[in-house]
């Protein structure tokens, strides 16, 4: 027997417009801690360094005729000029309410033609060694800057919580596939390794135990070299080689 769709709470959902935005969440490790890239809304004419809007992720509205993939590398493009990196989509966030404040509310009004309506966003991580790329703001993109994860300000509409969301799934995803790697710049030593690996994962590791870890994957290779200009003992440096399939 087929089951009747319930009728949606506030109205036919067949009249009720909504956009899809993509939202990106960039991380980035710059060999002591972990980063994620922000925008500064701003619009032309303005003061730029003004603070009248929201610190926010990467993100825009999709176009008709493209695909979400192809709208989440468009827009971190289009707005921080980073192209080229891993990208990954991890969730959909859709609820309701999901303007809390007046600023965000003005942001709509000046930036989108129909800033009354829903937006559901997919959100996708991306990850990035930040000696290797450097962000330009562009568009209404006013600044692209970095912001250490453990400080991050009050960021625009729900953006908090889909940063939150991205760590999660990075925590689960780098347990499983070789992804740090596209954290860490191509030569590393094995104290950045393991930083980095108890940032994301939110733990002590023991250092023995990890080193012998990583000496049984074939992938990472000790080279001939040490770190150089530093202050401490040079550290031996390491590199990560993709094993043919």
Same mark, same amino acid.
């Given at each position: 027997m087929m089951t009747k769709t319930p009728n949606a709470p506030n109205g036919d959902a067949a009249s009720i417009p909504f956009d899809v935005s993509v939202d990106n969440v960039v991380f980035g490790f710059d060999g002591d801690i972990l980063q994620v890239l922000l925008i500064r809304q701003g619009l032309p004419g303005e003061d730029m360094e003004s603070d009248r809007f929201h610190m926010a992720v990467p993100?825009? =509205?999709?176009?008709?005729?493209?695909?979400?993939?192809? *709208?989440?590398?468009?827009?971190?493009?289009?707005?921080?000029? =980073?192209?080229?990196?891993?990208?990954?989509?991890?969730? *959909?966030?859709?609820?309701?309410?999901?303007?809390?404040?007046?600023?965000?509310?003005?942001?709509l009004r000046r930036m989108r033609p129909h800033p009354e309506r829903r937006v559901v966003t997919i959100g996708y991580y991306s990850l990035v060694a930040m000696a290797e790329y450097e962000p330009v703001p562009s568009s209404f993109a006013s600044r692209a800057e970095w912001c250490p994860l453990a400080d991050l300000p009050r960021l625009a509409f729900d953006h908090n919580a889909i940063v939150a969301a991205a760590l999660e799934q990075l925590r689960a995803d780098v347990q499983q596939e070789n992804l740090i790697?596209?954290?860490?710049?191509?030569k590393f030593t094995l104290g950045q390794f393991q930083r980095l690996h108890e940032i994301i994962l939110d733990k002590e590791l023991d250092k023995r135990n990890f080193r012998k870890n990583v000496k049984k994957m074939a992938e990472v290779v000790a080279l001939d070299e040490k770190q150089e200009g530093v202050l401490h003992k040079p550290a031996q440096l390491y590199t990560y080689r993709k094993l043919e399939d």
């Open positions: 993100g825009d =509205l999709i176009y008709p005729a493209e695909s979400l993939d192809q *709208a989440a590398y468009r827009i971190l493009s289009n707005l921080t000029s =980073l192209e080229g990196i891993y990208l990954k989509q991890f969730h *959909a966030f859709g609820a309701p309410g999901r303007v809390f404040e007046e600023k965000d509310r003005e942001w790697f596209e954290l860490l710049p191509e």
